[in-house]
């Protein structure tokens, strides 16, 4: 979360803007649970983009409310299922590409790519390091 914040903080005006409330519960998966499959890089990265970008679709289509919130929300839990790519904060990144604010309505399809695409890539990067160091953990699991 540092270096999400650090970024945030060197890239852009609105520096709260990168400090997604989805990416916490993400970082429990990584730092507390790295064996599990909600934990792997194909998930936290595909799971998060293609939920970002549902959100956004949906904020499109039907506004800033709560039918909105529910469809971005169940929507990307089914687009996550298909693809397998199920990631449980997902669906707070869903959510917040509705109910956010109007800087972050303003990114539009970039949301997906900035900040959620790039802070996910960075966590991947540090679970990577910070996971391996001890001696009993291997992450990930998996790759793909």
């Known amino acids: 979360m540092t270096g999400v914040g650090w970024i945030s903080a060197q890239s852009m005006q ?18 507390a649970a790295p ?36 469809v971005a929300v169940s929507t990307s839990i089914l687009i996550m299922q298909l693809t397998h790519t199920l990631h ?25 790519f900035f900040p959620i695409g790039l802070g996910c890539l960075l966590m991947l990067t540090v679970a990577v390091l910070i996971n391996n160091l001890a001696r009993h953990r291997r992450y990930p699991q998996h790759w793909l």
């Open 88 to 112: 449980p904060p997902g669906g707070a990144t869903a959510l917040i590409a509705v109910i956010g604010s109007n800087e972050l309505h303003d990114l539009g399809w970039v949301y997906a």
């Open 14 to 31: 609105a520096h709260a803007l990168l400090m997604i409330g989805s990416f916490g519960a993400t970082s429990v998966l990584l730092y």
């Open 35 to 70: 064996e599990s499959p909600f934990a792997q890089p194909r998930n936290v990265l595909g799971g998060s983009v293609l939920s970002a970008l549902c959100g956004v679709v949906t904020w499109m289509l039907l506004g800033d409310n709560w039918v909105a919130a529910a």
